[in-house]
């Protein structure tokens, strides 16, 4: 999945063709709750972004923290519940990473959208000037 994400990042215009690197953006992770994580083992997301930024050249930067463990998005059913999980879920690490950055966003499924505009809330507010969501599944 990571190959087709950098795929199309190169037939962007956000990357340099003759250098193959991403042109003033940060990649950042939606990041799971660490206990979610340690269930888990591994975030699909940061996968993700490991992937896109080791092929451009980068480091993926986990500005985001998840702070509150919230239920399986998936699980839910209406998007209005979904909204209501995820608020106030994230907060930025250090509000400098990404003041006046350009971010990439990545996470691997983007259902109702609630998880992606609760980041974007958060990294807008800390000072993120453009942010682009970056997923590699669409679900319905």
């Known amino acids: ?11 962007s215009q956000l990357i340099n063709q003759s250098t193959n690197k991403l042109i003033n953006y940060l990649i950042v992770p939606i990041p799971l709750h660490s206990k979610r994580r340690r269930e888990r083992g591994f975030n699909q997301a940061e996968l993700l972004a490991k992937t896109i930024s080791e092929n451009l050249g980068l480091l993926p930067t986990n500005a985001l923290e998840r702070t509150k463990n919230t239920k399986a998005q998936a699980k839910l059913k209406k998007s209005e519940c979904r909204e209501e999980n995820v608020a106030g879920c994230f907060k930025i690490k250090n509000p400098e990473s990404v003041r006046d950055k350009n971010i990439i966003l990545v996470d691997d499924v983007f259902t109702s959208g609630a998880t992606m505009n609760e980041a974007v809330k958060i990294l807008k507010e800390n000072g993120a000037k453009r942010i682009i969501a970056l997923v590699a599944a669409k679900a319905w």
């Not at 999945?1 to 037939?11: A, E, N």
């Open 1 to 11: 999945m990571g190959d087709l994400l950098i795929q199309y990042l190169q037939k």
